[in-house]
């Protein structure tokens, strides 16, 4: 039987990715669940599946994580500025103690794109392809709850003010990233494989859109020059650096570099990408108090 290990299983999207192995009939005993402080993940242990501590800044954690381990997904850090020396520690720890194929949560065109987040997911996909190990690298477009996260705000304030002007926004749900993740663990993996992988895509004003026509509340999309968008970020009480990395990432989407197709998304997926309005439509679920 092939063992499976997943890291961040204490973040938001390796339970989803859990979730997606156990539902197509992997056993629990055959998941690995890696994650920093084992303690958080004790309804993961609690359904059998095997919790390890693993901290990508403590190499010496590493080793027993991924002993015995097959398959590996290799979920990037979120601490970012840090992530190529935490994901090399995983990297050399997987090759040290044998595991045949690592799959890796990159993103879109990584190789290529101007996208401010891109440099640490290339220099992380350079070690993995020279570690020569079988790997797949998931190249994930945004996450659509990078949006539906701000329902209550942009009800509440009627607007959704942005700097991308006519960019699109490839983005999908972290669910249907993640059960492409599952889908993607469970193929054959004899050879590496690239997998752009992004969702229907969609403007800013599109997005408003889909907010109004979902809670009945008009919302519309305001597009500003990146200075108006800065200062508007700055009054509102955001820091300096969060407020440039926002304003960034609107330059970027102008620029295309959060566009793309959805079709290998769909094909690993077996079906079509949640759409922009069930998305909205769902976090309006979790949260009616939005409206």
């Excluded at 304030?157 to 942005?162: E, S």
């Excluded at 295309?256 to 079906?271: C, P, T």
Aim: glycine residues 10%; charged residues 20%.
């Amino acid at each position: 039987m092939t063992t499976y290990a997943i890291t961040g299983a204490t973040g938001l999207f390796a339970p989803l990715v859990i979730d997606q192995l156990l539902e197509r009939g992997v056993a629990p005993g055959d998941v690995v669940a890696v994650a920093r402080t084992p303690e958080r993940a004790a309804d993961l242990a609690g359904r059998g599946i095997q919790v390890r501590e693993g901290d990508y800044d403590k190499p010496e954690t590493l080793d027993a994580a991924l002993a015995g381990v097959d398959t590996l997904l290799l979920v990037s850090g979120s601490e970012v500025g840090r992530r190529v020396p935490q994901h090399t520690n995983v990297i050399e720890a997987a090759k040290r103690v044998g595991v045949s194929r690592i799959l890796y949560t990159s993103v879109l065109r990584a190789d290529t794109t101007a996208l401010v987040l891109a440099p640490e997911h290339k220099a992380t996909e350079e070690a993995i392809l020279s570690s020569g190990l079988t790997s797949t690298l998931l190249r994930n477009g945004w996450y659509t709850e990078n949006y539906t996260d701000q329902l209550a705000t942009y009800l509440a304030q009627g607007v959704v003010v942005h700097a991308a002007g006519e960019g699109r926004i490839a983005a999908a749900t972290r669910a249907d990233f993640a059960e492409a993740a599952a889908v993607a663990l469970l193929e054959d993996g004899a050879e590496s494989a690239v997998y752009e992988l992004a969702g229907p895509a969609f403007t800013y004003d599109d997005l408003a859109s889909a907010l109004t026509e979902v809670t009945g509340t008009s919302v519309v999309a305001s597009a500003v020059f990146a200075t108006e968008l800065t200062e508007i970020l700055t009054g509102a009480g955001l820091d300096a650096g969060l407020v440039g990395f926002l304003v960034t990432v609107d330059g970027d989407i102008a620029r295309g570099d959060l566009d793309g197709d959805s079709a290998e998304l769909e094909r690993l997926l077996g079906r079509p990408v949640t759409s922009l309005t069930d998305a909205v439509r769902a976090a309006l679920v979790e949260a009616p108090q939005a409206v």
